[in-house]
């Protein structure tokens, strides 16, 4: 008979069993590259290339793979995904611009809101309502950036220019100039839109139209209404300060 200690050997020798379904999801999770580090996973990598820990040993294939039901052809489970289409060199550009001329535009509301809460000027209901739109256009901002990391890209952020002027006179002339930079804003997100419908890129536009054109239309008409309000209750005082003056 066989001894009892070759048999003992035999016992503890590893054998090579089929790459299941669960084996190869494992592999797909930790990542195929950190494994072949492992002794592990140069056997798993053994196994994948036909080779078992023993000599000759070789995986089913054809019929013989497609006829054991619960197991997994490794080279299927692990074929490469396909490439992933990168954003345009010009797309990239523009949210980069896009991001700045954001920021510019929140550091502008927050100039205007802090001169118009001094108290020489004590304007409170305006200067919280420019405070708001900063906060508005710094989160705009912030969402181009996440979507750039998302979409595999880095930010680069361009410079920031501080605002052009820094004495804003009244509640009026703020409003005024917020209308003109909300105008002026509101040219970058469509060149960004007319770019991503040449490249073919619907996310992009899905995006841009979702969190930038709609509230961009809206603030612009919000400003609008606001100076119209602010003109007529400065003609309204001209024409108190006539009457008084008549008397």
């Known amino acids: ?12 020798r590893p054998r090579q069993s089929p790459v299941t379904y669960p084996t190869a999801l494992y592999l797909l999770s930790v990542g195929w590259g950190s494994l072949r580090q492992s002794r592990r996973g140069f056997l798993l990598q053994q196994c994948s290339d036909g080779r078992g820990a023993g000599a000759g040993a070789r995986l089913p294939s054809g019929a013989a793979a497609r006829s054991r039901p619960g197991h997994l052809h490794l080279h299927a489970a692990l074929s490469p995904l396909p490439p992933r289409q990168d954003a345009a060199p010009a797309q990239v550009r523009q949210k980069h611009r896009r991001a700045s001329v954001e920021l510019y535009a929140s550091c502008v509301s927050l100039s205007v809101s802090y001169r118009l809460d001094r108290d020489d000027v004590a304007l409170k209901n305006l200067a919280e309502y420019f405070l708001h739109q900063s906060h508005e256009e710094r989160e705009h901002a912030e969402k181009l950036m996440k979507l750039q990391n998302q979409r595999g890209g880095r930010t680069f952020l361009q410079d920031i220019k501080k605002p052009d002027r820094d004495d804003w006179e009244n509640g009026l002339n703020s409003m005024e100039c917020a209308l003109h930079l909300e105008k002026s804003v509101n040219q970058s997100p469509l060149e960004l839109h007319k770019l991503a419908t040449d490249k073919n890129d619907p996310h992009l536009c899905d995006f841009i139209e979702t969190h930038y054109l709609n509230e961009q239309v809206k603030s612009i008409k919000e400003l609008g209404d606001h100076v119209t309000s602010l003109r007529k209750m400065r003609e309204i005082g001209r024409l108190l300060r006539s009457l008084m003056e008549m008397k």
Do not use: E, N, Q
Request: charged share 15%; no cysteine.
């Open 1 to 12: 008979g066989v001894p009892w200690s070759d048999r003992l050997a035999h016992s503890l």
